[in-house]
């Protein structure tokens, strides 16, 4: 199965910037707990831009001044499963949810995180208990999360209903987006296909995955042309990506 962009929503939203410029000297007169999230701020612009080394020193800086902020411990947890520490992950998001039962942020990340391990009614759970909360005023990120875990366990009717909600919710979501387009191809809606490219090129760009799709789908409609730029652009873009190779083994058959 391809790979998929999920939508881990997380805390950076709140997180980010801020704090990054102040000077020195105020910083001196910080109490822990602000330095704290001071620290929990920049490791989270640091997660984000995928400066990895620097946002865990900074994260493991904030956890240090204070163990009992949740939101730091759920962006440690992202970190380690950006470096594929697994059982890091889970321990550090069972201690954010341990402190913070109400969390959807939490719950959204936590149950993405066990659906990609195969704990598929845990995560099921999590997420609809995130996508319920009267506080998440950002559904789509659990429903984005919810249907790609039911698309794992090849049940994409509910799969599709959970990305038709998130884009009823955030209509530019650009996950959800690339899902829905993936999931017309497979059905065979071509047209449809199409049209969530479009959506989705309004938002975001291209990833090997979406030209694969486009490439497929501009073949499946006859248009040859168009297929073919499709198919230079994937090459050319990313001539490493397996879906590279697929379009190279598809031409030449």
């Known amino acids: 199965m391809a790979n998929r962009r999920t939508a881990r929503g997380l805390l950076l939203i709140s997180l980010l910037l801020g704090a990054c410029g102040l000077l020195p000297e105020t910083r001196d007169t910080m109490s822990n707990a602000e330095k704290a999230k001071l620290n929990l701020q920049m490791g989270a612009r640091y997660l984000d831009m995928g400066m990895l080394e620097v946002a865990k020193e ?5 956890v240090r001044l204070d163990s009992s902020n949740p939101e730091t411990h759920n962006a440690l947890a992202v970190f380690y499963e950006r470096i594929k520490q697994t059982e890091a992950a889970s321990d550090s998001y069972q201690t954010a949810l341990s402190k913070d039962s109400d969390n959807f942020s939490i719950k959204n990340n936590y149950g993405r995180f066990l659906c ?4 598929f009614d845990k995560g099921v759970a999590l997420l609809q208990e995130s996508m319920a909360s009267p506080m998440n005023s950002r559904p789509w990120f659990a429903l984005t999360n919810l249907g790609v875990c039911h698309a794992k366990q090849n049940d994409m009717q509910r799969a599709e209903e959970y990305f038709r909600q998130a884009l009823q919710s955030q209509p530019d ?3 959800a987006l690339q899902e829905m387009q993936r999931i017309s191809y497979q059905n065979g809606q071509f047209m449809s296909a199409r049209a969530f490219l479009e959506r989705y090129l309004g938002v975001a760009k291209h990833t090997p995955e979406t030209l694969w799709i486009a490439f497929q789908t501009e073949r499946a409609l006859g248009n040859s042309k168009i297929s073919e730029e499709y198919r230079e652009q994937l090459i050319s873009s990313f001539p490493a990506s397996k879906e590279a190779q697929q379009v190279k083994t598809a031409i030449s058959k």
């Open 58 to 62: 900074k994260l493991e800086t904030a």
């Open 116 to 119: 990609e391990q195969g704990k």
């Open 173 to 175: 979501y650009s996950p």
